[in-house]
């Protein structure tokens, strides 16, 4: 089955830019989302289709994808991005999703 | 305003069955498809299973094929999953998901219902 990878943890200091990768064989040839999910919280959509954004997402979140490593980048970091991120895809191969493996951003 | 409300989580005994309900409103709850999503203590987001808007697609993840069943009632808006022969490794939050079919992805979630497998 197909496996994203993802770090465990990223830090970063306010007002800095946050980048949390998602790696996958080949995940440039799929599309990425990317949720944020707050403790206790239900998962948010902050990015579709690679590097699209949702309505009333701030465009201090952007993404990016190609080769074997998708991205999420949170610029101007605020207190407030302090949550869980995961990526996910659609697996043609196996007709499943997949979510890869979560990444807690913490802010300094 | 989407709206996804998650009902019948609950403690359970080892080997007991669980119904859970997903009820929508604020969109054309027919006109997508569906999703469950699971979250264990502490762990990532699992995929489940997921139900076209007609219910003639239906995927699940390989673990949970033959123990859950998905399935859905357009005329009551609501979204099923039932849980049988459930284990200790089955607690968990479970989430129903509203599904884009042109990205596939989860545009609006519930808040979640937990399920505590224990005796």
């Known amino acids: 089955s197909y496996v994203l990878t993802q770090p465990p943890s990223v830090s970063v200091a306010p007002g800095q830019t946050a980048r949390i990768t998602c790696g996958g064989n080949n995940i440039g040839s799929l599309s990425v989302h990317w949720y944020q999910q707050r403790p206790g919280q239900a998962p948010v959509l902050v990015v579709y289709d690679d590097s699209a954004r949702p309505s009333g997402i701030p465009e201090r979140f952007s993404g990016s994808n190609s080769g074997n490593t998708a991205t999420l980048t949170i610029g101007r970091v605020e207190a407030g991005d302090e949550a869980d991120y995961y990526c996910?895809?659609?697996?043609?191969?196996?007709?499943?999703?997949?979510f890869g493996t979560g990444t807690e951003v913490t802010v300094l | 305003e989407v709206q996804l409300v998650e009902s019948g989580g609950g403690l359970v005994q080892p080997g007991g069955s669980l119904r859970l309900s997903c009820a929508a409103s604020g969109f054309s709850f027919s006109s997508y498809s569906m999703n469950w999503v699971r979250q264990a203590p502490g762990k990532g987001l699992e995929w489940l299973a997921s139900?076209?808007?007609?219910?003639?697609?239906?995927y699940y993840a390989d673990s949970m094929k033959g123990r859950f069943t998905v399935s859905r009632d357009n005329a009551k808006n609501s979204l099923f999953l039932q849980l049988n022969s459930l284990r200790a490794e089955d607690t968990a939050v479970y989430f129903c998901a509203r599904e884009r079919d042109d990205f596939r992805d989860f545009d609006y979630w519930g808040q979640g219902t937990l399920v505590t497998v224990s005796s």
């Open positions: 139900i076209s808007t007609r219910s003639n697609y239906i």
């Open positions: 996910q895809v659609w697996d043609t191969g196996s007709d499943h999703y997949v």
